[in-house]
């Protein structure tokens, strides 16, 4: 009778904890912030707000100007030897593999830094120079402000923490945000094959 009843009690605790996890993991479907936000943003997409940005040429430019077309968006800083080396690369190889909607205007590359203090035009154009930017449809540029970074990071989801080495830990991503200005996917950095295909699967739709 007691071996029974252990067993009937563990696996009412097997259920429970299976509901408890379940509930809190939206149905098992997430288990961390990161996964967490991707999902949000496929379900439901988020209005990005207009942002005020300085390009690599100097000009400034206002997010609002690019609403229109599809925006393949990251975010960097310059002086980063990790995620950034692998997001320059990315977005380099788009340029290839999307030539045709890029020249055409249906699609933009946009590198955001989140550092500029640092991030002056000149070292915006280096950074594109240094992964071979094909000179179409890739810019790259920087918030006016403290308060630009904090808005186009949250509107993001970015994570920026200072390492304590000069340099920065952060999130790295490519989001990708629809003419009508709203962010509707987000993709690993590292896979441009993948947001290649899905790009060309929207754009001929």
């Known amino acids: 009778m007691d071996t029974l009843r252990t067993l009937l009690l563990s696996l009412l605790i097997v259920i429970a904890g299976g509901a408890t996890l379940g509930a809190a993991t939206d149905g098992l479907r997430v288990f961390t912030t990161e996964s967490a936000r ?3 943003v496929r379900e439901h ?3 990005v707000p207009d942002l005020a940005l300085q390009a690599a040429n100097g000009d400034q430019i206002a997010l609002q100007d690019l609403r229109g077309n599809w925006l393949l968006v990251d975010f ?3 002086r980063c030897q990790t995620y950034c080396s692998v997001l320059g690369s990315d977005f380099a190889r788009l340029q290839d593999r999307l030539a045709a909607p890029l020249a055409s205007g249906r699609l933009q590359l946009l590198s955001i830094s989140f550092d500029p203090e640092h991030d002056g035009p ?3 154009a280096a950074y594109q120079r240094r992964f071979g930017d094909r000179g179409s449809g890739w810019l790259a540029a920087r918030p006016l402000d403290a308060e630009g970074v904090a808005a186009a990071t949250r509107a993001f989801g970015i994570r920026v923490l200072d390492d304590g080495l000069g340099g920065y830990v952060h ?3 490519i989001a990708l ?3 009508q200005g709203r962010l509707v996917r987000i ?3 590292g896979q441009p094959e993948v947001v290649a295909a899905a790009l060309q699967a929207v754009l001929a739709q």
Do not use: E, G, K
Request: aromatic share 10%.
């Open 76 to 78: 960097i800083y310059t």
């Open 187 to 189: 993709f690993d950095a």
């Open 38 to 40: 991707r999902l949000a």
């Open 177 to 179: 945000v629809d003419p």
């Open 45 to 47: 997409a988020v209005r």
């Open 171 to 173: 999130n790295a991503s």
């Open 122 to 124: 000149a070292q915006l």
